[in-house]
Every structure is written in C-alpha cells, then in structure tokens.
C-alpha cells in the first residue's frame, strides 16, 4: 500500500528539483568548484543550509543531477528503442532522442563533461554503470545495420555521443533554429554511426 502524496512532498519534491536545475545552470557556468550551496539556494530563494533539507552537501546534489540525468537516457532511449520496429528506424529514433536530449539539457551535458570527477566514488560508479546500459542499448541497435565487432560498435557509438555532445559547447550562439540544428546534428549522427 502507498502513502498518499502530501501538498508538503509535492512541495518538496518540486524545491528538490529546482536545486538541481539551478545547480546545474551554475555548474556549467562556473564548474563545480567555483559554485557554493549558497549560490545554488539563493538561486531558488532559499539560503545554504536549507540545501541541506534536501541533499547531504554539494558533491549529493551533483551525484543526484548526474545520476538522474543518466537514468532519465536509460529510461528514455529504451521506450524509443522499444517503440521502433527495428533496423534503420531504431538506430533513427535513438538518434534524435539523444539529439533532442543534448539540446535540451546543454547544461547538464556540459557538467558532465568537465564535473564527473567531483563525485563520490559510488556515484561515479552508478553513473558509469547507467552509461554503459545506455551504450549497449545503442550498440544492439547498431549491430542490425552494422556487422562489425563489439569493440568497433561500442567506438562508432561513443564517437556519435561525441558528435551530439558537442553540441552544447558549440551552438550557444548559433543563427539557426533548434529545430534546423537538431536536423542536422541528427542526419550527422546517423551517417558517422552508419558510415
């Protein structure tokens, strides 16, 4: 039997997630370091210590938005995996899914990138375990287009994130809409995966 959700664990829950949002757009401004809980709580209107009503200390808040992030790819890649029939149209579909997400989350991503070492051992460990799921779910995908060995999907894949992770860094000041960008990284992504 489940507990009812309180207007009190809504509350919560919506504060938790405003934290994680707010660190993860001064992360990746000003890198995990240069960012203080009570930088973080004055961004959502709360001061440093009440960070801690909700994670243990900056490296939780960091493994709680890096973890989150990486079971949200698991989650999501998998259902678009799922719904494809196969072939062409998965590879396709976890193509854009990925697109869409590194646009989408141009923050995270680029905490990811240069943060991952200031988590916890059992974060990066968690994080490292989810991203490998989320590669073998791309790799199975490539192996029906793809008679190659493992080692050589596993680079093609990761040589694709490369491709789409980029994306962050270099479109902050793009003229083109994201809906133009996202076309082309994926038509992009697709033929390095495939090539």
Known sequence: MTTPVTARDR????????LLAAAATLFAE???SGVSLEDIGAA???SGPAVYRHFDGKQALLGALLIGVS??????GTAVSD????????????VRFHVDFALGHADVIRVQDRDLPHLSDDDRAQVRRLQRTYIDLWMAALSTLRDVPADELRLRVQGGF????ST???TRSAARSQSATAAVLADMAYAALTA
């Not at 509350?11 to 405003?18: I, L």
């Not at 079971?71 to 999501?76: A, E, I, K, Q, S």
């Not at 719904?83 to 062409?88: F, I, K, R």
């Open 30 to 32: 000003r890198g995990f």
């Open 11 to 18: 509350a919560k829950a919506e504060r938790s997630g405003a």
């Open 44 to 46: 959502v209107g709360v």
């Open 168 to 170: 962050p860094h270099s």
């Open 71 to 76: 079971r949200d790819l698991v989650t999501g």
């Open 83 to 94: 719904a494809a029939v196969a072939g062409e149209e998965r590879m396709r579909a976890l």
């Open 162 to 165: 490369g491709l789409i992770n």
